[in-house]
């Protein structure tokens, strides 16, 4: 059953990337052409590796797709959300095979996500590397999960959502070793970028998003109101009937307790937190937010996950 989960996942994969090639058009014509070009140009002008606003991990790793036009990067977009798919195919599949077939089901019908893997955005390598970094814990592979969820901060400014609770499960698990190894993506980035800027907290000083801004703000729940243009309303009801049930499993399911807890502290967790740290900065006007639906994306693959689980 969950191999034909995977082949589901890698056709409906094939399907966004034969829908850009076959498409006249440019979905983002603002942001999504800028991340392209940065990525393009990357090879030929070095410092644009380290650009902040760019995304210095998204540009790396789309550059070699991006040589091949548009259409590259939502290659690499597609078979990012491939491997999303796939690593939370393996971490429910143990459980109930059958369930697997969810998964792509309902990330790649997510509104947004289809959205950012189309348009070119850097919303799914942030998604991704959050499921690699579950998969990794999931499987007691700690200090891998700690190395992964340390480049996390350079492909999304999500990381304050999603970092705290790797934070705390690693804590809670008391993998003391492993705890160094969450600065270890930010260390080599700083340093690599310590004779470039002259300053070895660039990252934090270089910040585009400062706190106050030129958008304006907007209602608290502008993204709960949007949320069937985010997620989709079949995701979004089966998230919010899970919460009720996982509470439920937490309680009544004592055999099973950890596993349940695992999800709800890595997944729905920093996926709630995007949310209410998204809705608070539109609400108050800063930190760069323009109320843009589509920076939820980053928190599908978490929901898609606690979901099915």
Sequence with gaps: MERGAWM???????????????????????????????????????????????????TLLASPFAQLGLWGVTLFNAGSAFVAAW??????????????????????????FLYVLLAGMTEALFAVLTIVVAWCLVRERYVPGAIV????????????????????????????????WLACGLLVYSLIG???????????????????????????????????????????TLFLLSCVIMAALIVVDRERREDHL???????????????????????????????IRVLATSLPLMVLFTVH
């Design 87 to 112: 690593l939370c195919i393996g971490i429910v599949r143990r459980e109930a095979p059958g369930a697997a077939w969810a998964v792509p089901v309902l990330l790649f019908c997510a509104p947004a």
């Design 262 to 292: 695992r999800m709800s502290v890595l997944a729905a967790a920093p996926a709630i937190a995007m949310w209410l740290a998204h809705s608070y900065v539109w609400w108050k006007g800063g930190h760069g937010s323009m109320g843009l």
């Design 194 to 236: 310590w004779p470039v800027f002259h300053d070895p907290l660039w990252f934090f000083h270089n910040d585009p998003y400062p706190g106050n801004d030129i958008y304006g703000s907007g209602a608290f729940s502008h993204f709960w109101d949007q949320r069937d243009a985010i997620a989709g309303e079949p995701l979004r």
């Design 8 to 58: 589901c996942a890698a056709l409906l994969a094939a399907v966004v990337v034969l829908l850009r090639v076959s498409s006249p058009g440019v979905l983002e014509m603002a942001d999504g052409d800028y991340h392209y070009l940065f990525a393009r140009w990357s090879w030929a002008h070095p410092e644009l590796l380290l650009d902040h606003w760019a995304k210095p991990l998204f």
């Design 149 to 180: 969820a340390s480049f996390v901060p350079l492909a999304r400014p999500e990381y304050v959502a999603f970092m705290p609770a790797v934070f705390a499960w690693l804590v809670w698990k008391r993998q003391w070793r492993a705890l160094p």
